[in-house]
Protein backbone atom coordinates (compact mmCIF):
# COMPACT_ATOMS: atom_id res chain seq x y z
CA UNK A 1 0.00 0.00 0.00
CA UNK A 2 2.58 2.33 1.06
CA UNK A 3 4.63 1.63 -2.75
CA UNK A 4 1.19 2.54 -4.45
CA UNK A 5 1.01 5.51 -2.34
CA UNK A 6 4.57 6.97 -3.19
CA UNK A 7 4.05 5.89 -6.91
CA UNK A 8 0.71 7.71 -6.66
CA UNK A 9 -1.42 4.93 -8.41
CA UNK A 10 -4.47 2.74 -7.45
CA UNK A 11 -4.11 -0.18 -5.14
CA UNK A 12 -7.09 -3.69 -5.82
CA UNK A 13 -6.73 -6.04 -3.21
CA UNK A 14 -8.19 -9.38 -3.80
CA UNK A 15 -9.81 -11.48 -1.16
CA UNK A 16 -12.43 -13.52 0.64
CA UNK A 17 -13.97 -11.65 3.33
CA UNK A 18 -12.51 -11.67 6.94
CA UNK A 19 -8.65 -11.38 5.70
CA UNK A 20 -8.88 -8.19 7.19
CA UNK A 21 -8.71 -5.99 3.56
CA UNK A 22 -10.53 -3.23 5.60
CA UNK A 23 -8.07 -3.36 8.54
CA UNK A 24 -5.23 -3.15 6.85
CA UNK A 25 -6.72 -0.21 4.67
CA UNK A 26 -7.85 1.95 7.72
CA UNK A 27 -4.58 1.22 9.30
CA UNK A 28 -2.25 2.73 6.40
CA UNK A 29 -4.85 5.69 6.01
CA UNK A 30 -4.71 6.43 9.82
CA UNK A 31 -2.04 9.05 11.53
CA UNK A 32 -1.54 10.77 7.47
CA UNK A 33 -3.88 13.64 8.18
CA UNK A 34 -5.50 13.09 4.99
CA UNK A 35 -9.21 13.41 4.17
CA UNK A 36 -10.54 9.94 3.43
CA UNK A 37 -13.13 9.04 1.88
CA UNK A 38 -14.83 5.42 2.59
CA UNK A 39 -17.71 3.83 0.95
CA UNK A 40 -19.46 -0.23 0.69
CA UNK A 41 -20.83 0.13 -2.95
CA UNK A 42 -23.66 -2.02 -3.44
CA UNK A 43 -25.77 -3.10 -6.58
CA UNK A 44 -28.13 -0.40 -5.69
CA UNK A 45 -25.94 2.42 -4.96
CA UNK A 46 -26.66 5.84 -6.02
CA UNK A 47 -23.81 7.97 -7.64
CA UNK A 48 -24.66 10.56 -5.31
CA UNK A 49 -24.09 8.40 -2.31
CA UNK A 50 -20.45 8.59 -3.65
CA UNK A 51 -19.83 12.22 -5.63
CA UNK A 52 -22.79 14.10 -3.73
CA UNK A 53 -26.02 14.90 -3.99
CA UNK A 54 -27.72 18.29 -5.86
CA UNK A 55 -26.65 21.61 -4.64
CA UNK A 56 -29.83 22.70 -3.70
CA UNK A 57 -28.83 26.75 -3.51
CA UNK A 58 -26.98 26.64 -6.17
CA UNK A 59 -30.08 24.71 -7.98
CA UNK A 60 -32.36 27.46 -6.44
CA UNK A 61 -29.84 29.93 -8.39
CA UNK A 62 -30.65 28.16 -11.54
CA UNK A 63 -27.52 25.86 -11.28
CA UNK A 64 -27.12 22.27 -11.15
CA UNK A 65 -24.18 21.42 -9.70
CA UNK A 66 -23.17 18.63 -6.99
CA UNK A 67 -22.18 19.19 -3.43
CA UNK A 68 -19.21 17.58 -3.22
CA UNK A 69 -18.65 18.63 0.82
CA UNK A 70 -16.95 15.69 2.38
CA UNK A 71 -16.92 13.40 -0.55
CA UNK A 72 -14.95 11.11 -2.74
CA UNK A 73 -14.27 14.30 -4.79
CA UNK A 74 -12.68 15.94 -1.83
CA UNK A 75 -11.25 12.77 -1.23
CA UNK A 76 -7.36 12.74 -0.68
CA UNK A 77 -7.37 8.78 0.07
CA UNK A 78 -10.43 6.80 -0.71
CA UNK A 79 -11.09 2.95 0.12
CA UNK A 80 -13.85 1.74 -2.09
CA UNK A 81 -15.26 -2.10 -0.66
CA UNK A 82 -17.07 -4.05 -3.10
CA UNK A 83 -16.00 -1.92 -5.77
CA UNK A 84 -16.99 -3.94 -8.95
CA UNK A 85 -20.71 -3.88 -7.68
CA UNK A 86 -21.04 -0.37 -8.79
CA UNK A 87 -23.70 0.89 -11.55
CA UNK A 88 -22.40 2.14 -15.08
CA UNK A 89 -22.84 5.05 -14.05
CA UNK A 90 -20.62 4.92 -10.96
CA UNK A 91 -17.77 3.21 -12.60
CA UNK A 92 -17.77 5.83 -16.01
CA UNK A 93 -17.50 8.68 -12.78
CA UNK A 94 -14.70 6.97 -11.16
CA UNK A 95 -13.11 6.20 -14.54
CA UNK A 96 -12.32 10.71 -14.57
CA UNK A 97 -11.44 10.51 -10.67
CA UNK A 98 -8.91 7.31 -11.27
CA UNK A 99 -7.57 8.18 -14.43
CA UNK A 100 -7.61 11.93 -14.94
CA UNK A 101 -7.94 13.08 -11.32
CA UNK A 102 -11.24 14.85 -12.29
CA UNK A 103 -14.87 14.80 -11.36
CA UNK A 104 -17.49 15.74 -14.16
CA UNK A 105 -21.60 15.82 -13.82
CA UNK A 106 -22.46 18.11 -16.63
CA UNK A 107 -20.99 21.69 -16.46
CA UNK A 108 -19.62 20.78 -13.55
CA UNK A 109 -15.43 20.36 -13.49
CA UNK A 110 -13.44 20.15 -10.75
CA UNK A 111 -9.90 18.52 -9.85
CA UNK A 112 -9.91 16.06 -7.03
CA UNK A 113 -6.89 15.51 -5.12
CA UNK A 114 -7.07 11.83 -4.79
CA UNK A 115 -3.65 10.60 -3.67
CA UNK A 116 -4.89 7.00 -3.80
CA UNK A 117 -7.88 4.62 -3.81
CA UNK A 118 -8.26 1.23 -2.63
CA UNK A 119 -10.40 -0.64 -4.48
CA UNK A 120 -11.74 -4.41 -2.77
CA UNK A 121 -13.93 -7.10 -4.15
CA UNK A 122 -13.62 -10.75 -3.19
CA UNK A 123 -13.01 -11.73 -6.53
CA UNK A 124 -11.99 -10.36 -10.08
CA UNK A 125 -14.72 -9.81 -12.05
CA UNK A 126 -15.59 -11.99 -15.33
CA UNK A 127 -17.15 -9.46 -17.26
CA UNK A 128 -15.12 -8.11 -19.90
CA UNK A 129 -16.33 -4.39 -19.37
CA UNK A 130 -15.56 -4.47 -15.74
CA UNK A 131 -12.07 -6.71 -16.30
CA UNK A 132 -11.67 -3.10 -18.25
CA UNK A 133 -12.08 -1.20 -15.10
CA UNK A 134 -10.25 -3.11 -13.14
CA UNK A 135 -7.24 -2.29 -15.27
CA UNK A 136 -6.86 1.45 -13.86
CA UNK A 137 -6.03 -0.33 -10.85
CA UNK A 138 -2.30 -0.76 -11.33
CA UNK A 139 -1.09 -2.69 -8.31
CA UNK A 140 -3.30 -6.16 -7.97
CA UNK A 141 -2.84 -7.62 -4.76
CA UNK A 142 -4.24 -10.81 -3.59
CA UNK A 143 -5.22 -11.51 0.32
CA UNK A 144 -5.58 -15.18 1.86
CA UNK A 145 -6.91 -16.21 5.10
CA UNK A 146 -3.63 -16.94 7.65
CA UNK A 147 -2.57 -20.67 7.45
CA UNK A 148 -3.81 -23.24 9.80
CA UNK A 149 -0.66 -23.73 11.38
CA UNK A 150 -0.37 -19.98 12.41
CA UNK A 151 -3.42 -20.06 14.01
CA UNK A 152 -1.69 -19.64 17.70
CA UNK A 153 -0.08 -16.44 16.25
CA UNK A 154 -2.88 -15.11 15.38
CA UNK A 155 -4.91 -16.02 18.17
CA UNK A 156 -2.07 -14.61 20.25
CA UNK A 157 -0.94 -11.37 18.30
CA UNK A 158 -4.68 -9.26 18.30
CA UNK A 159 -4.94 -8.65 14.64
CA UNK A 160 -7.91 -6.56 15.88
CA UNK A 161 -5.77 -4.29 17.99
CA UNK A 162 -2.39 -4.36 16.18
CA UNK A 163 -4.06 -2.69 13.39
CA UNK A 164 -4.81 0.25 15.53
CA UNK A 165 -3.61 3.64 14.98
CA UNK A 166 -0.81 4.35 16.99
CA UNK A 167 1.14 1.19 17.22
CA UNK A 168 4.66 1.23 15.29
CA UNK A 169 6.48 3.28 14.07
CA UNK A 170 4.41 6.96 13.26
CA UNK A 171 2.57 6.41 9.69
CA UNK A 172 4.18 8.98 6.82
CA UNK A 173 2.04 12.50 6.90
CA UNK A 174 0.41 13.06 3.76
CA UNK A 175 2.78 15.84 3.41
CA UNK A 176 5.52 13.51 3.34
CA UNK A 177 4.16 11.29 0.50
CA UNK A 178 3.40 14.22 -1.65
CA UNK A 179 7.33 14.90 -1.28
CA UNK A 180 8.29 11.31 -1.63
CA UNK A 181 5.78 11.10 -5.13
CA UNK A 182 7.95 14.16 -6.37
CA UNK A 183 11.14 12.51 -5.45
CA UNK A 184 10.32 9.16 -7.18
CA UNK A 185 9.47 11.91 -10.28
CA UNK A 186 12.85 12.08 -10.08
CA UNK A 187 14.74 8.32 -9.81
CA UNK A 188 16.61 7.68 -12.44
CA UNK A 189 15.86 4.65 -14.45
CA UNK A 190 17.64 3.52 -17.43
CA UNK A 191 19.80 1.68 -15.27
CA UNK A 192 17.10 -0.88 -15.20
CA UNK A 193 14.79 -0.02 -18.20
CA UNK A 194 16.46 -3.31 -20.10
CA UNK A 195 16.01 -5.96 -17.53
CA UNK A 196 12.17 -4.73 -17.00
CA UNK A 197 11.82 -4.65 -20.33
CA UNK A 198 12.91 -8.17 -20.76
CA UNK A 199 10.98 -9.00 -17.68
CA UNK A 200 8.05 -7.88 -19.91
CA UNK A 201 8.99 -9.95 -22.90
CA UNK A 202 8.98 -12.77 -21.34
CA UNK A 203 5.45 -12.81 -19.10
CA UNK A 204 3.78 -11.83 -22.67
CA UNK A 205 5.92 -14.56 -24.15
CA UNK A 206 3.92 -16.90 -21.38
CA UNK A 207 0.78 -15.65 -22.23
CA UNK A 208 0.23 -12.72 -19.38
CA UNK A 209 -1.71 -10.33 -20.16
CA UNK A 210 -0.07 -6.72 -20.26
CA UNK A 211 -1.26 -3.89 -21.59
CA UNK A 212 0.88 -1.07 -22.75
CA UNK A 213 -0.82 1.38 -20.58
CA UNK A 214 0.21 -0.87 -17.86
CA UNK A 215 3.70 -1.89 -18.83
CA UNK A 216 4.87 2.28 -19.43
CA UNK A 217 2.52 2.92 -15.93
CA UNK A 218 4.79 0.51 -14.12
CA UNK A 219 7.71 2.11 -14.13
CA UNK A 220 6.06 4.07 -11.44
CA UNK A 221 6.34 1.33 -9.50
CA UNK A 222 9.78 0.76 -10.12
CA UNK A 223 10.76 4.45 -9.17
CA UNK A 224 8.70 3.99 -5.84
CA UNK A 225 10.56 1.16 -4.47
CA UNK A 226 13.67 2.20 -5.59
CA UNK A 227 13.20 5.69 -3.36
CA UNK A 228 11.74 3.16 -0.57
CA UNK A 229 15.54 1.38 -0.58
CA UNK A 230 17.34 4.55 -0.67
CA UNK A 231 18.11 4.74 -3.87
CA UNK A 232 18.11 7.65 -6.64
CA UNK A 233 18.87 4.96 -9.49
CA UNK A 234 16.79 2.12 -9.69
CA UNK A 235 18.39 -1.54 -9.87
CA UNK A 236 17.17 -5.25 -10.76
CA UNK A 237 16.46 -5.37 -6.88
CA UNK A 238 13.55 -2.76 -7.34
CA UNK A 239 11.67 -5.13 -9.92
CA UNK A 240 9.88 -6.84 -7.84
CA UNK A 241 6.63 -4.83 -8.12
CA UNK A 242 6.37 -6.63 -11.64
CA UNK A 243 4.80 -9.09 -10.51
CA UNK A 244 1.78 -6.96 -9.17
CA UNK A 245 0.97 -5.73 -12.34
CA UNK A 246 -0.23 -9.18 -13.08
CA UNK A 247 -4.44 -8.81 -12.41
CA UNK A 248 -4.52 -12.84 -12.23
CA UNK A 249 -3.67 -15.19 -9.17
CA UNK A 250 -2.82 -18.10 -11.57
CA UNK A 251 -0.27 -15.86 -13.43
CA UNK A 252 1.08 -14.47 -10.71
CA UNK A 253 2.13 -17.12 -9.18
CA UNK A 254 3.70 -18.44 -12.37
CA UNK A 255 5.15 -15.14 -13.43
CA UNK A 256 6.90 -15.66 -9.83
CA UNK A 257 8.38 -18.60 -10.48
CA UNK A 258 9.26 -17.70 -14.51
CA UNK A 259 11.05 -14.78 -13.30
CA UNK A 260 12.94 -16.27 -10.57
CA UNK A 261 16.23 -15.80 -11.35
CA UNK A 262 15.33 -11.73 -12.46
CA UNK A 263 13.61 -11.95 -9.31
CA UNK A 264 15.89 -13.25 -7.26
CA UNK A 265 17.93 -10.08 -6.22
CA UNK A 266 14.57 -8.62 -5.16
CA UNK A 267 14.68 -6.68 -2.01
CA UNK A 268 13.81 -3.76 0.42
CA UNK A 269 15.11 -2.26 3.44
CA UNK A 270 11.93 -0.94 4.19
CA UNK A 271 8.86 -3.27 2.50
CA UNK A 272 11.30 -6.92 2.83
CA UNK A 273 8.33 -9.00 3.10
CA UNK A 274 6.46 -7.36 0.17
CA UNK A 275 9.85 -7.94 -1.88
CA UNK A 276 10.67 -11.64 -1.00
CA UNK A 277 6.66 -12.40 -2.14
CA UNK A 278 6.93 -10.49 -5.40
CA UNK A 279 9.88 -13.57 -6.00
CA UNK A 280 8.20 -16.50 -4.16
CA UNK A 281 7.55 -19.27 -6.64
CA UNK A 282 6.48 -22.63 -6.26
CA UNK A 283 10.38 -23.27 -5.69
CA UNK A 284 10.61 -21.43 -2.77
CA UNK A 285 6.95 -21.95 -1.44
CA UNK A 286 8.34 -25.82 -1.31
CA UNK A 287 11.54 -24.74 -0.23
CA UNK A 288 9.68 -22.59 2.77
CA UNK A 289 6.95 -25.80 3.39
CA UNK A 290 10.86 -28.37 3.70
CA UNK A 291 11.96 -26.09 6.37
CA UNK A 292 8.52 -25.74 8.43
CA UNK A 293 8.01 -29.63 8.20
CA UNK A 294 11.11 -30.42 9.47
CA UNK A 295 10.89 -28.16 12.17
CA UNK A 296 7.66 -29.33 13.60
CA UNK A 297 8.54 -33.30 13.01
CA UNK A 298 11.75 -32.19 15.46
CA UNK A 299 9.07 -30.26 17.32
CA UNK A 300 6.82 -33.80 18.33
CA UNK A 301 6.63 -34.39 22.06
CA UNK A 302 8.42 -37.76 22.94
CA UNK A 303 5.08 -39.04 25.01
CA UNK A 304 2.21 -39.66 22.60
CA UNK A 305 -0.39 -40.17 25.77
CA UNK A 306 0.20 -36.30 26.77
CA UNK A 307 -2.04 -33.72 26.09
CA UNK A 308 0.96 -32.08 23.95
CA UNK A 309 1.23 -34.82 21.64
CA UNK A 310 -2.74 -34.39 20.84
CA UNK A 311 -2.34 -31.01 20.37
CA UNK A 312 1.20 -31.26 17.89
CA UNK A 313 -1.09 -34.21 15.92
CA UNK A 314 -3.32 -31.72 14.78
CA UNK A 315 -0.84 -29.17 13.61
CA UNK A 316 1.18 -31.85 12.00
CA UNK A 317 -2.48 -33.07 10.16
CA UNK A 318 -3.43 -29.59 8.98
CA UNK A 319 0.66 -29.15 7.57
CA UNK A 320 0.29 -32.53 5.66
CA UNK A 321 -2.76 -31.39 3.82
CA UNK A 322 -1.37 -28.14 3.42
CA UNK A 323 1.78 -29.84 1.48
CA UNK A 324 -0.47 -31.83 -0.82
CA UNK A 325 -2.68 -28.98 -1.75
CA UNK A 326 -0.07 -27.41 -2.67
CA UNK A 327 2.12 -30.37 -4.57
CA UNK A 328 1.41 -33.69 -5.89
CA UNK A 329 3.03 -36.38 -5.57
CA UNK A 330 5.22 -35.98 -8.47
CA UNK A 331 5.51 -32.38 -8.29
CA UNK A 332 7.25 -32.28 -4.54
CA UNK A 333 10.54 -31.59 -4.97
CA UNK A 334 13.05 -34.09 -2.96
CA UNK A 335 13.51 -32.10 0.14
CA UNK A 336 9.47 -31.23 0.82
CA UNK A 337 8.88 -35.53 -0.16
CA UNK A 338 11.55 -35.99 2.79
CA UNK A 339 10.27 -33.80 5.58
CA UNK A 340 7.02 -35.35 4.52
CA UNK A 341 7.72 -38.50 4.92
CA UNK A 342 9.55 -37.33 8.69
CA UNK A 343 6.27 -36.02 9.56
CA UNK A 344 4.38 -38.86 8.65
CA UNK A 345 7.13 -41.11 10.51
CA UNK A 346 6.43 -38.86 13.98
CA UNK A 347 2.74 -39.36 13.43
CA UNK A 348 3.45 -42.77 13.18
CA UNK A 349 0.11 -43.77 11.81
CA UNK A 350 -2.04 -42.75 8.96
CA UNK A 351 -3.67 -39.29 8.78
CA UNK A 352 -6.71 -38.56 7.02
CA UNK A 353 -6.21 -36.40 3.71
CA UNK A 354 -2.30 -37.50 3.60
CA UNK A 355 -1.45 -40.39 2.76
CA UNK A 356 1.89 -41.51 2.04
CA UNK A 357 3.38 -41.16 -1.96
Known sequence: MHLALVAREHLLLIGPPGTGKSAAVRACAAGTGARCFEYLIGRFTEPAELFGPLDLEALRAGKLRPDISGMLPEA????????FLGSTAILNALLGVLNERRYRRGHFDTAVPLRCCVGASNALPEDPGLAAFADRFLVTAFVDPLADT???ALLAGDPVASVEPGDGEAPLTLAEIDALAEAAARIDLAPVRPAYAQVVRKLRARGVRLSDRRVVRGQSLVAA???????????EADLWP???????RIAQDEARDLLR???GAAASPVLPAAAKAAGYGPAARAADLAREGEALAASAPDDRTAPAFEAWLVRAESFLVQIDAAFGAEERPPALAAARDALLTRCRAPVAGATPA
Open 150 to 152: DLE
Open 261 to 263: VEL
Open 225 to 235: AALIAGRMAAE
Open 76 to 83: EFAFLDEV
Open 242 to 248: VIHLVQD
